[in-house]
Every structure is written in structure tokens, then in C-alpha cells.
Nanobody, 127 residues
Framework: QVMLVQSGGGSVPAGGSLNVSCAVQ????????LGWFRQAPGKEREGIAA???????YYADSVKGRFTIVMGHAESTVHLLMLNLKPDDTAVYYC?????????????????????WGQGTQVAVSS
């Protein structure tokens, strides 16, 4: 059974930094796309970053230049490094995995993949 277990997040003032991490358990990744979505109160879930098994990445314009998605040294982990956080970044962040591995990362960010999901992690940025 595929499980995505998230960690990290928290609360920071505007301009601060946070990381969120996700470990894929119960499945050995080969060809894949992993990514991050977020959902703010009263808003729809939006894709913000993704990385595929070839190392290709894609970012939503809202986070480009501030957030970085990287694969971890530990097997089957992915991290989202968030710099210069803004109050608008406040949301529940979800890890996503498309284990079929046939779609490019921009497809995941645009919501065109079928994903396994993490449990969600709160990120709060105060002004």
C-alpha cells in the first residue's frame, strides 16, 4: 500500500523560511513524478511544484524563484524548500505522487495526474 508521510511546516513571520518533507512508503519508486500542492482557506487546491525521475522540475508562477523542490538523500523522499515566505503562502501543503511516471512535472502542477496524497501539513506566515 502506497503511503505518503509528511513532516515539517510550521509558523514563521513574513520573509522567513520553512521546509516540508514527504516520504513515500510501501512502494519502490522507479519512474515517477512527485510534487506539492497547497490549499488555503476558502480556496481550491493548487499545484505549486513537481519533480520527475529524470530530475526535471516545474513551478507555479506564484512560487517560482522562492521555492525549490528536491529529492532527498534518503530513498523516496522529496523536500520543498521555501524561502522569503509571504502571508499568501499560508495554506495546508500536500505531497503528491504519480507513480506511473508517464507524465511530465508540469502536468502534475496543472492537476492533470492521478495522485497518491500525503496527510497535509500546515504552513502559516504572519505579516
Amino acid at each position: 500500500q502506497v503511503m505518503l508521510v509528511q513532516s515539517g511546516g510550521g509558523s514563521v513571520p513574513a520573509g522567513g523560511s520553512l521546509n516540508v518533507s514527504c516520504a513515500v512508503q510501501g512502494y519502490t519508486l522507479s519512474h515517477y513524478c512527485l510534487g506539492w500542492f497547497r490549499q488555503a482557506p476558502g480556496k481550491e487546491r493548487e499545484g505549486i511544484a513537481a519533480i520527475d525521475s529524470d530530475g526535471q522540475t516545474y513551478y507555479a508562477d506564484s512560487v517560482k524563484g522562492r521555492f525549490t523542490i528536491v529529492m532527498g538523500h534518503a530513498e523516496s523522499t522529496v523536500h520543498l524548500l521555501m524561502l522569503n515566505l509571504k502571508p499568501d503562502d499560508t495554506a495546508v501543503y500536500y505531497c503528491a505522487a504519480d507513480i506511473r511516471g508517464t507524465a511530465p512535472p508540469d502536468w502534475m502542477v496543472r492537476g492533470r495526474t492521478t495522485n497518491y496524497w500525503g496527510q497535509g501539513t500546515q504552513v502559516a506566515v504572519s505579516s
